[in-house]
């Protein structure tokens, strides 16, 4: 009778510690929005729709999301562009024509880079990649745009390899039999067979990846110069969502409205990424390559 | 003819991108070991910071890194571990299982910093921790959780269907069963996502910066109530805020130093692991 009644309280306590997660899910969601609630009542939402972030002021404070959605915007943009075609060219190479021992020693090597922290690769930017830009562009400042979308392109990298090399390695070794055996060279099934098999995974590598880049901190506060203007320049500089959480929730009274259009801030960043995880989520699921 | 050269040319392509990118991760590696090195002495590793870090050590930001490591992991490691059970062994198909399945991955997906106004939220504010290693640890623990419960898992699963059925038709009951004959096979592949925890832990900022991260505090910290600095907070603070940011870059490049080594051991010791699992268990 003992084991019975043991049996039932082991079970109740593995499924009360796999409901935390969606708690913590449902915590996070209500802690967001009870703040940006309060801010949505006074002032109002129509003032995150203005142009100006200009949060500490001593005639009106504006608290408009625009320069602070383009500042992420863009240097998201930028960063996927350098992305795409190291990432996804990278992965090619490494699953289709490196040699196994090449392989072998690749693969844990870009893994090294996924775990080097966002701060010290923020520090690398702001200590060599900066000068090196403010050098190669003749600009007054090496905080742009385009430093911090460099910065976030070697963050992202490791995502897009290691989930596009799984499906690119998911597709069936029968379609390049097949298509070798018609006569196609090994290039030729490489682009014609192989990487179009694995497109869904590899566009769903490179969402997790923007999903990766929009919700980086550390490395772009200490790079991009940090200015809340509204710019589709790489050369100027900018001020992003997570960077402006960062850098004024210290300074903020708590249950200001400053203190709250930040929780706005974050409202926007977590159904982002939240949206861009669950359409990547649904890509690979419905190929089956989760 | 002229076909086969373009293709040689985009395998080139492909070759150089792949070789940049490792040239970038070396440059990186190789520039910080290269500055750091000369910091490092006895006093930087054991003293604490004086003239708000320009002199001195970082030994309490190392203190409060660790303290913040060993609070994650005993908060994290517990439930992480408890939930992939759930799912790998009791776990039925229906909404709840698949609702815990979409919690994960979501909290796999929401940035650091969102997990900050979330901990400052809940466990600052709400609960009256304030900035604390109390708070800094439970908002870690949420950030590191699907890590622990996707690797979990992945080890549980690993173990051969037999080796349960045999257990269950001796007459063992379901936990028996799972404490005795599946847990001992697992626990390897469950360190080695653990481990990855510890270093995401140890290397991220954010989420410490708006729950417990001190700007400059040179002393230890005394109750989980405390304060404390931690090494990437102190990196940032050194290399943005500091007023004379040239004259301290060695200790910048010092602390830098000491974290990267820190998180790439805490890895690197995570894919020894790996390798040694895979090579021992052959069913």
């Known amino acids: ?289 989760g | 003819m002229r076909k086969a050269r373009t293709q040689q040319a985009i395998c080139w392509l492909m070759r150089a991108a792949t070789y940049s990118i490792v040239l970038v991760i070396a440059s990186i590696i190789f520039k910080i070991v290269w500055n750091g090195l000369p910091a490092i002495s006895w006093e930087f590793l054991t003293a604490r910071p004086r003239l708000s870090g320009s002199e001195g050590g970082i030994l309490p930001a190392i203190v409060g890194t660790l303290v913040l490591v060993v609070g994650t992991i005993a908060v994290a490691l517990p439930l992480g571990i408890c939930s992939a059970i759930y799912l790998s062994e009791y776990a039925k198909q229906g909404k709840f299982t698949r609702a815990i399945r979409l919690a994960i991955l979501t909290l796999a997906g929401v940035p650091s910093i969102v997990f900050g106004l979330f901990g400052l939220g809940l466990f600052v504010i709400f609960l009256r921790f304030g900035a604390s290693i109390i708070a800094g640890c439970l908002t870690l623990a949420c950030m590191i959780l699907p890590i622990i419960i996707v690797s979990s898992e992945e080890a549980l699963r690993a173990v051969p269907q037999s080796l349960r059925e045999g257990s269950l038709a001796l007459g063992a009951t379901k936990w028996q069963t799972i404490r005795k004959n599946v847990l001992p096979y697992s626990i390897p592949g469950m360190l080695t996502g653990s481990i990855l925890g510890i270093g995401r832990a140890a290397g991220e900022t954010a989420p410490i910066l708006l729950t417990v991260a001190a700007f400059y505090l040179p002393r230890l910290p005394k109750s989980i109530f405390d304060q404390v600095m931690a090494l990437p907070y102190h990196l940032y603070i050194l290399a943005t805020q500091h007023p004379d940011v040239e004259k301290v870059r060695p200790m910048q490049y010092g602390t830098a130093l000491v974290l990267l080594t820190l998180v790439l051991g805490v890895n690197l010791a995570a894919i020894l692991l790996r390798i040694r699992i895979r090579r021992r268990q052959k069913w």
């Open chain 1, 1 to 289: 009778m003992k084991t019975a009644w043991q049996e039932k309280a082991v079970k109740l306590t593995l499924f009360s510690a796999a409901s935390t997660s969606i708690l913590i899910v449902l915590g996070i969601f209500t802690f967001l929005g009870k703040e940006a609630g309060h801010f949505a009542v006074t002032p109002g939402i129509e003032k995150l729709l203005s142009g100006r972030w200009v949060p500490v002021s001593f005639q009106e404070e504006s608290f408009g999301l625009l320069p602070l959605i383009t500042g992420s915007l863009l240097v998201t943009v930028l960063a996927m562009v350098l992305t795409i075609p190291f990432g996804v060219g990278a992965s090619v190479y490494i699953s289709e024509l490196a040699r196994p021992l090449e392989r072998e020693i690749l693969k844990p090597f870009i893994e090294i880079l996924a775990g080097i922290p966002s701060v010290v690769i923020g520090f690398f930017g702001l200590v060599v990649l900066a000068p090196l830009v403010k050098g190669a562009f003749g600009l007054p400042t090496g905080f742009t745009a385009l430093t911090g979308a460099a910065l976030l392109a070697l963050m992202a990298i490791p995502t897009v390899i290691s989930i596009s090399e799984d499906a690119i390695r998911s597709v069936p070794e029968s379609y390049k039999a097949a298509s070798l055996a018609l006569g196609a060279s090994r290039m030729q099934t490489m682009w014609r067979v192989t990487v179009p098999a694995a497109l869904p995974g590899i566009v769903a590598a490179v969402m997790l990846g923007t999903g990766r880049v929009i919700g980086e901190t550390m490395a772009v506060m200490m790079v991009t110069g940090n200015a809340a203007v509204i710019t589709g320049s790489p050369f100027k500089s900018v001020r992003t969502m997570t960077a402006t959480i960062a850098a004024e929730m210290g300074e903020v009274p708590f249950g200001s409205e400053h203190y709250r259009a930040l929780f706005c801030v974050g409202i926007v960043l977590l159904l982002a990424t939240f949206g861009l995880n669950i359409i990547a989520q649904k890509v690979l699921k419905k190929y089956r390559m």
